[in-house]
């Protein structure tokens, strides 16, 4: 119960990691609020949270319009007074195995939009409650993608290489007002992102996609989550930086 008192929005806690994460923190005690454009399976995990005697919200939201994203910090205020952490885990792949002279526009920008300027708007919107409330946590999902490797996608590891330069600049910018600020990179989860990218990778090499996805070994999302659950409490005071998981 290291979250127990605490308030937590997570961004694409609809599925993947996100929904790992929501599920780890309610267990941990937090009040999670779900923020995703995924409303059947967002409100499918508040529900879950619910009924596990939790306490749990769903807010659907398109993560990069920024009047939708200032709109659910509004309600948040109104509804719990406070936030104390976010967890900004929304994200797309797209283009993935394209070349560069054959990655479309639309794709790269779509992308980055999501990630990236997604990442952003959380944070200005969430920056101002944390604060309010007297300091708390702020972790951005990138990856190892476009961070210590390369990507499958051009966009995707652009992206992800974004969300890692806006937390140091974020970080040094917050951590006089008490909100701590971490990027959080992980490797190879068995999420359905990350499951339709290996059917992807088999298709554009002629493989069988379904035997390609039994092959690859796949973390469990849940072991990331216990790692945010710690970021986000108070026993990771001094921890700072950037994070890598498997």
């Known amino acids: 119960m290291r979250l127990a008192g605490k308030t937590a929005l997570i961004t694409g806690g609809a599925s993947g990691i996100g929904r790992a994460t929501a599920l780890r923190f309610a267990a941990e005690g937090a009040a999670v609020l779900i923020a995703d454009l995924n409303e059947a399976e967002g409100r499918a995990t508040a529900t879950e949270i619910e009924r596990a005697g939790g306490r749990a919200g769903f807010y659907s939201c398109d993560l990069s319009a920024e009047d939708q994203v200032a709109g659910v910090f509004e309600r948040v205020r109104a509804r719990q007074g406070g936030l104390h952490v976010l967890v900004a885990a929304a994200g797309i792949l797209q283009g993935a195995f394209q070349p560069v002279d054959e990655l479309e526009l639309s794709t790269f920008a779509r992308v980055l939009e999501v990630n990236v300027l997604g990442a952003f708007l959380a944070c200005k ?75 992807d990778r088999a298709a554009a090499t002629g493989r069988d996609p379904e035997a390609e996805l039994a092959a690859t070994p796949l973390g469990d999302p849940d072991g990331v989550a216990k790692v945010l659950a710690f970021l986000a409490s108070e026993d990771a005071d001094y921890v700072r930086g950037t994070v890598f998981t498997r």
């Open 125 to 199: 919107h969430a920056a101002p409650l944390i604060r309010a409330s007297g300091g708390g946590v702020i972790l951005c999902l990138s990856s190892g993608g476009g961070v210590s490797g390369p990507s499958s996608s051009l966009a995707y590891g652009a992206s992800k290489a974004g969300v890692l330069g806006f937390c140091h600049t974020l970080e040094a910018q917050l951590a006089s007002q008490g909100v701590r600020v971490h990027a959080v990179c992980p490797g190879s989860l068995d999420t359905p992102m990350k499951r339709q990218n290996i059917r």
